[in-house]
């Protein structure tokens, strides 16, 4: 007995897939062979719509620019301050924030986890470092940021 692939299927375009279909295919009958790259393309552009839909997106894990530029203009110390200690605590506490947001909905994502343990150790040396030098500043920090240390 002898095994064979059988041949690609005849369908109406992958858009029939989400219910989609381009004029004229419906009513015409027309379909055509689809090649497995068009039905992956046309299924990672359905998953990537639905995704975004359900709103799973790539910007719940990370900051927006928009997000960055608030903090930057609220903890810069003068106009060109891009990456003093104090601004550097304020992106790790809002992306902290949103980590921990992520992980009570995902409470078996242990990656992120690491990776929130990681930010925190992070944000605590470098709050460690203002501390030893500028203790004042340090307090105003926290007190602005609205964490207890």
Known sequence: ?????????TVPRAYALAGNFLPGDRQSGETETLDKRDIVR???EIYRLISYSLGFSTETMSLTQ????ELMTEYQAHETDTGSADLQVAFLTERITQLTGHLKANPKDHASRRGLLKMIGRRKR???FINAREPERYQALIKRLGIRR
């Open 1 to 9: 007995m002898s095994l064979t692939h059988p041949t690609p299927p």
């Open 42 to 44: 046309d299924c990672n």
């Open 66 to 69: 928009t997000r960055k530029q």
């Open 126 to 128: 470098l709050l460690s």
